[in-house]
């Protein structure tokens, strides 16, 4: 039997959270992760102990991160078995460590990963986040593109914002949604012309090129605005739908007071009009 040399993808990097202080940040910290396909959370001496109700609680369903979450008496314990850590941090440290930003960061952790190396992220209390010794037992350092004069996440914004980062990193195309639009067949010029007359009939019946040496103008600028969207053909059918039942109905003779056939007054204006026209010409 011939054993592969190929190296095999290590799990994600794991969540490292030092010294947490409350069970509710702990559990939001586990939804954010299984969010975006993560499950290992290490708790490095949480203030209030483990196992935590409000933690569950707080992870709205993410019970699988809940439940495998590791705790250690230290940080080098909770380090000790991986290959590259990144320490977050919102401020600037004394000392040598590269500095990356999120999505750099997101992507350096895939290779690694794909590579087979275990990685995993580091992220400080609640009050004032990472010691400069903590910060000194991971390889670099990733910091977010914040405003300097509110610096300070939560630490369940951070691990979020990390997560998507690692996330997006293994996509095909970072760009690409879970979901799109409807695939719409766009409209015809014809039918786009035909929603043009209708419309310019309705507002000519009811004078709304006003004065009549501005008309071409104003259908002008009409046209510019309804070519600008690029309509669908099912969404001129909507438009014509709406123009119809503002030119067939009013208040005074609303929808269901009898059918269009039954009063002149319910006629498409552009009937009415051509009505009174060939009225005039008797």
Do not use: C
């Amino acid at each position: 039997m011939q054993v592969s040399n190929d190296i095999l993808p290590a799990p994600g990097p794991a969540i490292i959270l030092v010294e947490p202080q409350l069970g509710e940040n702990i559990g939001m910290v586990a939804r954010a992760m299984a969010n975006f396909g993560l499950s290992e959370l290490r708790l490095v001496n949480p203030r209030d102990g483990w196992p935590s109700e409000k933690a569950r609680a707080a992870a709205s369903r993410a019970d699988h991160v809940i439940d495998a979450a590791g705790v250690y008496d230290d940080l080098a314990s909770a380090v000790a078995d991986l290959n590259f850590v990144f320490a977050t941090t919102a401020r600037a440290r004394d000392n040598f460590k590269p500095v990356r930003g999120p999505v750099e960061a997101g992507r350096a952790l895939r290779a690694r990963q794909r590579s087979g190396q275990r990685t995993g992220i580091l992220f400080g209390r609640e009050r004032f986040g990472l010691y400069n010794d903590e910060v000194g037992l991971a390889d670099e350092i990733v910091t977010f593109p914040v405003d300097p004069a509110f610096s300070s996440l939560n630490i369940a914004q951070a691990a979020l914002l990390m997560s998507y980062e690692w996330m997006k990193s293994g996509l095909e195309d970072e760009t690409k949604t879970n979901f799109s639009s409807p695939d719409m067949m766009p409209a015809t010029k014809e039918q786009l012309h035909g929603l043009f007359a209708y419309l310019e009939g309705a507002l000519e019946a009811r004078g709304y090129f006003r004065p009549a040496a501005k008309k071409p103008k104003m259908v002008d600028n009409l046209r510019a605005v309804l070519t600008r969207a690029g309509f669908a053909e099912p969404e001129l059918k909507v438009l014509r739908g709406i123009i119809s039942s503002l030119d067939r109905f009013s208040p005074a003779m609303p929808r269901g007071d009898g059918s269009p056939g039954d009063d002149p007054r319910r006629l498409p204006a552009t009937a009415r009009a051509a009505k009174a026209t060939d009225k005039d010409q008797a």
